[in-house]
């Protein structure tokens, strides 16, 4: 599988989902913010960050850049769309995926080690730094959300550090091709950062490809 992997200005961990896709067997390149052109790519990583230095909101202006515009008719066409952190913002402010990214419960920071729960009941240890990933939809969007198998990762007991509605920490648009989540699994795939169950995040998109 070719990962394309986006590159904003602000942007600063596309270097390391570079690493993650190719260690879960892939491989990737860059795409820079202004660049339509997303032809041998099978799949798209929008990385986290700070895209634009998170002015207006987290994401907001990223939304409307050349590449995202790409992005979307792949993720329209059945493509693998894996937003993480700011990319997850992105995700959301484009429309891609359902909800908002809102400031951190206690106006906040936080970077800490998360324990994750999947859809499978799986826990995944992977690290989470941010200060606007506290998710949110309207209760009506959130049953909806549950009924449908939209939560694709959700905070263990006790791990959620940003108050996020419902633990939700992932969510995936109702196809199931474009996935977003707070915590950062690329910063989870070697032993040597303590956890390798970041991964499974990038593999289960791959199945799905």
């Known amino acids: 599988m070719i990962w394309g992997v986006l590159q904003f200005p602000g942007s600063c961990d596309e270097r390391d989902a570079l690493h993650a896709c190719e260690v879960v067997g892939g491989?990737?390149?860059?795409?820079?913010?202004?660049?339509?052109?997303?032809?041998?790519?099978?799949?798209?990583?929008?990385?986290?960050g700070f895209s634009y230095g998170d002015y207006l909101r987290a994401g907001a202006i990223a939304r409307f850049s050349p590449a995202m515009e790409a992005v979307a008719e792949l993720a329209a066409a059945g493509g693998p769309v894996l937003g993480i952190c700011n990319g997850f913002q992105v995700l959301c402010e484009a429309g891609l995926l359902p909800g908002a990214l809102l400031r951190n419960q206690e106006l906040r920071f936080v970077c800490k080690q998360a324990d994750l729960v999947d859809d499978q009941g799986a826990t995944l240890s992977i690290p989470l730094k941010h200060g606007e990933g506290r998710y949110y939809a309207p209760e009506a969007m959130l049953d909806e959300l549950e009924a449908n198998g939209q939560v694709a990762y959700r905070y263990a007991d006790g791990h959620n550090a940003n108050g996020s509605v419902r633990d939700i920490a992932g969510?995936?648009?109702?196809?199931?091709?474009v996935v977003?989540?707070?915590?950062?699994?690329e910063h989870a795939v070697?032993?040597?950062t303590g956890s390798t169950d970041g991964r499974k995040v990038f593999e289960a998109l791959e199945r799905f490809a």
């Open 27 to 48: 491989e990737a390149r860059l795409i820079w913010h202004e660049d339509r052109d997303l032809s041998g790519v099978d799949g798209v990583v929008v990385p986290g």
């Open 171 to 177: 969510v995936r648009n109702e196809r199931g091709n």
């Open 180 to 185: 977003g989540l707070m915590p950062h699994p």
């Open 190 to 192: 070697d032993p040597l």
